[in-house]
């Protein structure tokens, strides 16, 4: 299902790469206009350049921080600003940690709770009154499969962002808001690259490609859906980690570093 975006604006975070920028690649395709929030304003030049060359759209740039309360400000002015109206929210930007809890320095974990739950809270908060107020709008979080499995932190955050998701869609569906949590597995983006993880530990059919899981996470959201979850395979993963003894979907531990 592929609603009729043609000039309305999308907000993107972490917009530079991986998931973020095919949601801005996916969105320009249908005629959105873009904000495009990012850290690496040299990326974000590139990527609005190719878009509005390729669809014809406006791609307005914002690089931001979003685990700084600064650039979390600056975000939140722009989705705020009544003249320039904010049809679509996307929530992508986020980190991973590579080791366990009690080995991350304390500020690494505040750091990746606040991107993952209160930046993407803080965003949300934003861009409703003006969507409220016109009686329309959409807001897309990416989360992950990880939402569903006890495996540290990042599920735990991702886990508050797929409930909080699905309160928002409840609470303000009936008012024209579609509130969207996408839960993907393994994905073929820079994420686990930053974060040093050693892919060869996920087998081959455990990886999704960026594409599928937008294409996907979009038309759930344009249907009103609450969760998505990309891919019959990571909806059996999602269905058996809901009735599974925890100690067998936790995963083996890692070891000490």
């Not at 690496?40 to 740039?61: K, M, S, V």
């Not at 993880?197 to 609450?226: F, H, I, T, Y």
Request: hydrophobic fraction near 45%.
């Amino acid at each position: 299902m592929t609603p009729n975006t043609a000039g309305h604006t999308a907000l993107v975070t972490g917009a530079s790469a991986g998931l973020g920028s095919e949601f801005a690649r996916q969105l320009a395709a249908q005629g959105c206009n873009l904000v495009l929030v990012a850290r690496n304003r040299a990326r974000l030049e590139d990527i609005a350049a190719e878009l509005a060359r390729r669809y014809g759209i406006t791609a307005e740039l914002l690089p931001a921080d979003l685990a700084d309360d600064a650039g979390v400000a600056a975000v939140v002015e722009r989705l705020s600003d009544p003249r320039r109206p904010v049809d679509i929210l996307v929530n992508n930007a986020g980190i991973g940690l590579l080791h366990n809890f009690e080995d991350n320095h304390i500020s690494e974990e505040k750091k990746h709770l606040k991107l993952h739950g209160e930046t993407a809270m803080e965003l949300t908060h934003a861009a409703l009154k003006g969507m409220l107020e016109r009686g329309q709008g959409r807001i897309i979080n990416v989360a992950s499969i990880a939402a569903f499995l006890p495996r540290g932190t990042y599920s735990a955050a991702k886990a508050w962002l797929v409930s909080f998701s699905r309160w928002a869609n409840l609470a303000y569906g009936k008012r024209g808001i579609k509130v969207t949590a996408i839960c993907p597995g393994f994905t073929h983006t820079e994420f686990h690259d930053r974060m040093g993880m050693d892919k060869s530990v996920a087998p081959s059919w455990a990886w999704l490609q960026a594409e599928r899981v937008v294409r996907e996470g979009l038309a759930d959201n344009a249907r009103g859906k609450a969760v998505s979850i990309p891919s019959k395979r990571y909806k059996v993963v999602a269905a058996f980690a809901r009735v599974a003894p925890a100690r067998l979907v936790a995963g083996p531990p890692r070891k000490p570093q």
